[in-house]
T-cell receptor
Framework: EAQVTQNPRYLITVTGKKLTVTCSQN?????MSWYRQDPGLGLRQIYYSMNVEVTDKGDVPEGYKVSRKEKRNFPLILESPSPNQTSLYFC?????????????FGQGTRLTVV | KQEVTQIPAALSVPEGENLVLNCSFT??????LQWFRQDPGKGLTSLLL?????REQTSGRLNASLDKSSGRSTLYIAASQPGDSATYLC???????????????FGGGTRVLVKP
């Protein structure tokens, strides 16, 4: 089954404790990205990756890091989480070469930073 | 810059009534538009993808239209059911953000409640 898998689904952590949210897709997609969803602000892109070893900032990259060492994985790293990073996070993937392509989303990770 | 708006923000209808959800975007140079469903606290489920060359797309009780020149898309859900209660999001893949690959610009969503 074609899918984007995020882990963990729920996470409560303390300020400053490094964490990683994993994302994996099984569709051989070149393009992967991370979004955060906040009430009143909608979904905003954090980082994206066009392919292996190619990443770039989205609209709200501050406080986040990513890596793309393998095509299927695109982890989101919070080196020193702060309460304003409490949010619902989504990983997405799609084919890059064909711009008329459907985007697939993971089930989301609800992060709470206290 | 692409901006996507969904009006109304919330909608309540009795079961059986047809639903009409609106999405408007400011830049007509798009690759495609995608409609999603989101249940509370859950992920995004893709409903329909309309490519820029298409006028409409259908899947079961769902029908989505696209008018690129006026910057509008409408999602129709026929004979609504309580199980259709969710938030519906539209997202646009725009040429103006081509450098960012397949970045989607999302509308704020329409929260739908179908009453039994």
């Amino acid at each position: 089954e074609a899918q984007v898998t995020q882990n963990p689904r729920y996470l409560i952590t303390v300020t400053g404790k490094k964490l990683t949210v994993t994302c994996s897709q099984n569709m051989n997609h070149e393009y992967m990205s991370w979004y955060r969803q906040d009430p009143g602000l909608g979904l905003r892109q954090i980082y994206y990756s066009m392919n292996v070893e190619v990443t770039d900032k989205g609209d709200v990259p501050e406080g986040y890091k990513v890596s793309r060492k393998e095509k299927r994985n695109f982890p989101l790293i919070l080196e020193s989480p702060s309460p304003n990073q409490t949010s619902l996070y989504f990983c997405a993937s799609s084919f890059r070469k064909n711009m008329n392509t459907e985007a697939f989303f993971g089930q989301g990770t609800r992060l709470t930073v206290v | 810059k692409q901006e996507v708006t969904q009006i109304p923000a919330a909608l309540s209808v009795p079961e059986g009534e047809n639903l009409v959800l609106n999405c408007s975007f400011t830049d007509s140079a798009i690759y495609n538009l995608q409609w999603f469903r989101q249940d509370p606290g859950k992920g995004l489920t893709s409903l329909l993808l309309i490519q820029s060359s298409q006028r409409e797309q259908t899947s079961g009780r769902l029908n989505a239209s696209l008018d690129k020149s006026s910057g509008r898309s409408t999602l129709y859900i026929a004979a609504s059911q309580p199980g259709d209660s969710a938030t519906y999001l539209c997202a646009v893949n725009s040429e103006v953000v081509k450098a960012a690959g397949n970045k989607l610009t999302f509308g704020g969503g329409t929260r739908v409640l179908v009453k039994p």
